[in-house]
């Protein structure tokens, strides 16, 4: 009985001991390393260009979401494209957070034309109508997930009009309002 008293006195004051020492009095194993440092952060750079962030994301995200959003007129009349499903309410809140992340993505180093002009309008207002087309989906609000669909493209419209070269006859060139009352339809 008398050894175990000692050992497990020998053993508290080891304990005790080792926690009274300062840490460089431990031998290096007992020691805790020093946490390593973060490698220095590397300098973000765009992977695509922006003809390649239009191709294989803007579009395909603006399409599909306008697929599921807006009024066509066909022969039949107004075609309600509005989702009424959960899955297709799904579909238009993954695309608007690809059109509200894919404003960021052309305000990048490498992408902006004119960092500090309407480039930079341009894709904070798509950043905005992807904002505000994933809260209309969300809350599945028929008349903003319109609203941020007209929204997406006339941000897409006002940027091609200023950057995109474009021929003499483009719509991109003209007065939308005088086209609308030259084709005889109601204007905004």
């Known amino acids: 009985m008398r050894r175990l008293t ?10 005790l001991a080792a926690f009274a020492l300062p840490a460089f009095a431990l031998p290096a194993f007992a020691q805790t390393p020093p946490a390593p440092k973060p490698a220095p952060a590397e300098p973000r750079r765009t992977l695509l260009s922006v003809k390649d962030v239009m191709r294989h994301i803007v579009n395909p995200a603006a399409e599909i979401y306008w697929a599921h959003s807006g009024e066509v007129d066909d022969e039949k009349g107004a075609n309600d494209r509005v989702p009424t499903a959960q899955a297709d309410w799904n579909i238009n809140i993954d695309t608007a957070a690809q059109i ?28 905005a109508a992807g904002i505000a ?16 669909g007209s929204a997406m493209y006339d941000a897409c419209f006002q940027c091609h009009g200023r950057y995109i070269p474009r021929p003499k006859d483009s719509l991109y060139r003209h007065d939308i309002d005088k086209d609308l009352k030259a084709a005889g339809k109601p204007q905004k």
């Open 6 to 15: 000692l050992a497990l006195t020998a053993t508290a004051l080891c304990v």
């Open 100 to 127: 509200a992340e894919a404003g960021n993505l052309l305000m990048m180093d490498g992408r902006a034309r004119d960092p500090n002009g309407p480039w930079k309008t341009y894709a904070l207002a798509l950043n």
């Open 133 to 148: 087309g994933m809260a209309a989906a969300t809350a599945h609000d028929h008349d903003k997930t319109n609203d941020a």
